[in-house]
């Protein structure tokens, strides 16, 4: 069995792919274990898929997959990992952003007898990123409670027991940080710090990684659902004290004084009930993408598969 493999997602990153390839054989070689390397083009539009092909025709350990389209990272990666073989299974971006140089790192970590090993860094190279993902991890951990490792990157190693739980899991609205959260098994952290982006920009803006977020928060816990019955009841109560007061003032002054009173309350009310329809129609939207039944992922092209 191969002992190591590293898969990595390819979105428009032409630049990088030999880069980043040269580095993995660096790290590699420093372990002196046998391995493969997983790329996976998620339907770039630049020269990606033409990097991958020549690196993979250049050394038979690089493996390629070329997905139909654009599926998302956390799809991507998980094309990769379902075409994995190692004993361990390492996954990280492909922009050079996490550090190649932790490889040895998590892979001696998981020879300790973990199932997975986190990387994690409170550090971010942008202030999007920063925002974004103190928001994130304040919704998980404070409002839904969810015991989860803070401050992950996509960068982890896993053991083959946990590649293969991680294969069984069949949603197609899915995100690498919950399903190996649900796995649970035996998990470790490992404290790394992130690099600079060398080339372009992240195709990740503020509001694809919002949205990104947003699923990845709904498809982890249902307690926004619990939540909105709490916030519907707590309206309740509010309205029944507010009219209360003004049929008290209605019988004691004869008149009901503010046209401020009634439109703050139409504005909150309307603001509120919207806010509730937005997540209940977003949990919808899960569900009917789950209930058409189609595949995870289309693969156009396949190299030293």
């Given at each position: 069995?191969?002992?190591?493999?590293?898969?990595?997602?390819?979105?428009n990153?032409?630049?990088?792919?030999?880069?980043?390839?040269?580095?993995?054989?660096?790290?590699?070689?420093?372990?002196g274990?046998?391995?493969?390397?997983?790329?996976?083009?998620?339907?770039?539009?630049?020269?990606s898929?033409?990097?991958?092909?020549?690196?993979?025709?250049?050394?038979?350990?690089?493996k390629?997959?070329?997905?139909?389209?654009?599926?998302?990272?956390?799809?991507?990666?998980?094309?990769?990992?379902?075409?994995?073989?190692?004993?361990?299974?390492?996954?990280?971006?492909?922009?050079?952003?996490?550090?190649?140089?932790?490889?040895?790192?998590?892979?001696?970590?998981?020879n300790?007898?973990?199932?997975?090993?986190?990387?994690?860094?409170?550090?971010?190279?942008?202030?999007?990123?920063?925002?974004?993902?103190?928001?994130?991890?304040?919704?998980?951990?404070?409002v839904?409670?969810?015991?989860?490792?803070?401050?992950?990157?996509?960068?982890?190693?896993m053991?083959?027991?946990?590649?293969?739980?991680?294969?069984?899991?069949?949603?197609?609205?899915?995100?690498?940080?919950?399903?190996?959260?649900?796995?649970?098994?035996?998990?470790?952290?490992?404290?790394?710090?992130?690099?600079?982006?060398?080339?372009?920009k992240?195709s990740?803006?503020f509001?694809?990684?919002?949205?990104?977020?947003?699923?990845?928060?709904?498809?982890?816990?249902?307690?926004?659902?619990?939540?909105?019955?709490?916030?519907?009841?707590?309206?309740?109560?509010?309205?029944?004290i507010?009219?209360?007061?003004?049929?008290?003032?209605?019988?004691?002054?004869?008149?009901?004084?503010?046209?401020?009173?009634?439109?703050?309350?139409?504005?909150?009310?309307?603001?509120?009930?919207?806010?509730?329809?937005?997540?209940?129609?977003?949990?919808l939207?899960?569900?009917?993408?789950?209930?058409?039944r189609?595949?995870?992922?289309l693969?156009?092209e396949?190299y030293?598969?």
């Open positions: 069995m191969i002992e190591l493999s590293i898969v990595s997602a390819i979105y990153d032409a630049n990088t792919v030999k880069q980043l390839v040269s580095e993995f054989e660096d790290e590699l070689l420093k372990l274990i046998s391995y493969e390397i997983v790329l996976v083009n998620d339907g770039s539009i630049d020269n898929e033409e990097e991958i092909r020549e690196v993979c025709d250049k050394n038979p350990l690089i390629g997959i070329s997905l139909s389209r654009n599926y998302g990272q956390q799809i991507a990666v998980s094309s990769g990992i379902s075409f994995a073989k190692g004993k361990y299974v390492l996954i990280i971006d492909g922009d050079l952003e996490n550090p190649i140089d932790s490889i040895p790192d998590l892979y001696n970590k998981i300790e007898g973990f199932d997975i090993v986190y990387a994690v860094s409170p550090i971010r190279q942008s202030i999007t990123k920063k925002i974004t993902s103190q928001l994130f991890w304040f919704a998980i951990c404070k839904l409670k969810i015991n989860i490792i803070k401050d992950q990157l996509l960068l982890r190693i053991s083959r027991k946990f590649v293969d739980a991680y294969n069984l899991y069949p949603e197609i609205s899915r995100s690498v940080a919950g399903i190996n959260h649900d796995i649970g098994m035996n998990a470790t952290s490992l404290i790394v710090h992130p690099k600079k982006r060398i080339y372009g992240s990740y803006n509001g694809k990684r919002l949205n990104m977020f947003i699923d990845i928060f709904l498809n982890m816990s249902t307690r926004p659902l619990n939540l909105v019955i709490f916030f519907g009841l707590f309206q309740l109560i509010l309205s029944l507010l009219t209360l007061i003004y049929l008290i003032k209605y019988f004691t002054s004869g008149t009901i004084p503010g046209n401020t009173s009634i439109m703050v309350s139409i504005l909150f009310f309307g603001g509120a009930v919207l806010f509730i329809l937005g997540i209940m129609a977003r949990y939207s899960l569900i009917y993408s789950e209930v058409k189609r595949p995870m992922f693969v156009k396949k030293n598969l």
